[in-house]
């Protein structure tokens, strides 16, 4: 998400420093869009930003914010200025997670596990030179970014994985000796090609130097529904096992294709909420490519 923003936006020492320790993953990121009070009106956010010497001070809270707890830098929208429409406003910057007056608190999921947080800022610093692009320029880049977070997760790949996963979990439980299990794998790997298609001709433009564009809605949207139907599939096929995510007892439990299979089940649910809703995508989709 921030590396195809820093190769566009970001400055000459910007890239430098951050762009070689993404691709070695030496530092991780996480993503500081989404605001108690704005979430799918994103531009409503509040996190202010002021001018304090040669820096920002910030305050607010970030919420949601998924990896928090470990990720060294994170890239968030913030308010630099309230007079104009809202979204002229917005700056985009980088903070150190390290940065004295950042606080992480988690929020677990009702399966446990802990991957959201809200963080909160008083008065926190950052360097001018964490600036991305220019003062009030943060909408654009962040639009930009979105692009490539919902275009941009090689879906397909992921897809036809966690098919693989449950034929093999269900070759085991003898499930895949239902026609009515078949038809509907075999109804996903029809809909993983026609993705796979899309990001292929989306890989196509970026190479020439384009961009997503509105087609990385359409992949968030499919992305969203897939998931959904094929961690269900999964949870068919891999019955009991399913429940167990300890690969230390998986023999005895059950194959690892079945393993993790509720895990995987409740996590994807979120899929259509997190990176704009299925509801935003689809005025997305109308208004940009259908052109309604
Ligand atoms: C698993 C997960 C991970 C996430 N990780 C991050 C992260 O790392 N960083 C981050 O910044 N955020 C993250 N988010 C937050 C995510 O971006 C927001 O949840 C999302 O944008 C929706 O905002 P909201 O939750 O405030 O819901 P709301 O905006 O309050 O929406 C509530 C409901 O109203 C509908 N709605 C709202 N506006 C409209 C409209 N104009 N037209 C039609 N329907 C509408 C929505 O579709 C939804 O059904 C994550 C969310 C999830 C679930």
């Not at 999964?234 to 998986?250: E, T």
Request: net charge neutral; charged share 25%; aromatic share 10%.
């Amino acid at each position: 998400m921030i590396g195809p923003v820093l190769m566009q936006y970001g400055n000459a020492e910007q890239k430098a420093r951050f762009l070689p320790r993404i691709v070695s993953a030496d530092d991780y990121w996480c993503q500081g869009y989404s605001e108690p009070v704005s979430g799918s009106d994103l531009a409503a956010l509040s996190l202010r930003a002021e001018k304090d010497g040669d820096g920002y001070m910030l305050n607010g809270s970030k919420i949601w914010t998924t990896v928090a707890h470990e990720a060294d830098f994170m890239f968030l929208l913030v308010r630099t200025d309230t007079s104009g429409r809202k979204q002229e406003g917005v700056s985009f910057l980088l903070v150190d997670m390290n940065a004295p007056g950042l606080t992480v608190r988690p929020l677990p999921y009702m399966t446990g596990v802990h991957e959201f947080n809200q963080v909160f800022f008083e008065d926190v610093r950052t360097p001018a030179n964490m600036l991305v692009g220019a003062e009030g320029q943060g909408w654009e880049i962040a639009k930009y970014l979105l692009e490539f977070e919902r275009g941009g997760n090689f879906l397909s790949g992921r897809i036809r994985a966690a098919l693989g996963r449950a034929r093999r979990a269900a070759e085991w439980s003898g499930v895949w000796q239902d026609h009515n299990f078949r038809r509907r794998h075999a109804d996903l790997e029809i809909r993983a090609e026609t993705v796979a298609w899309t990001e292929l001709r989306i890989l196509d433009k970026a190479a020439k130097g384009g961009r997503p564009g509105a087609s990385s809605s359409y992949i968030k949207l499919l992305g969203a529904e897939m998931n959904k139907d094929v961690t269900e599939l999964a949870m068919q096929a891999a019955g009991y096992a399913g429940h167990w995510g300890n690969k230390s007892i998986a023999n005895d439990l059950g194959p690892p294709s079945a393993l993790n299979a509720s895990d995987r089940y409740f996590n994807h649910r979120a899929n259509s909420i997190m990176g704009g809703s299925n509801e935003i995508q689809r005025s997305i989709i109308a208004k940009q490519l259908l052109g309604l």
